[in-house]
């Protein structure tokens, strides 16, 4: 399903380039979006207000996808993202101050495509090791 592939490399590109307008556009206007941290949204609106909460904080955020694999409607992709943390970013607990720390971390976003748009997306990644870099708990011991 080549429209398949072709949505989700644009949503890459447009998060990459940090395009707020062409996010928004390739959300479903139903989209069903989880990702860590409790946050649902049910609309294209608030999925792109998550992604556009990320980049704002990491200016120089991108995407690379390392591993996808399509099964019909549905992409994998297994991602890292790296940015430096230079604007406050809000979570869940609180607004959290730049660190100005650069930061790498791995996560896997399911997205269902529908119609040209995502029409879901389920977002994992390791929010412990990304505090961890950010400086606001310790890092684990190494053994």
Do not use: C
């Amino acid at each position: 399903m080549p429209e398949v592939k072709d949505t989700t490399d644009r949503w890459v590109a447009a998060f990459n380039a940090h395009d707020e307008n062409a996010i928004n556009a390739l959300h479903a206007d139903d989209i069903k979006f989880n990702a860590p941290g409790g946050f649902k949204a049910n609309n294209a609106k608030d999925a792109t207000k998550f992604a556009m909460t990320w980049l704002k904080a990491f200016p120089n955020g991108k995407m690379t996808v390392r591993t996808e694999i399509t099964s019909g409607p549905w992409v994998v992709q297994e991602v890292a993202m790296e940015g430096t943390h230079t604007a406050p970013l809000e979570s869940p607990t609180g607004t959290i101050q730049p660190t100005h720390k650069k930061v790498t971390g791995y996560g896997v976003q399911l997205l269902r495509v529908e119609n040209g748009k995502i029409a879901e997306a389920r977002i994992y990644f390791d929010q412990l090791d990304q505090m961890s870099q950010l400086g606001l708990i310790p890092a684990p011991a190494t053994v």
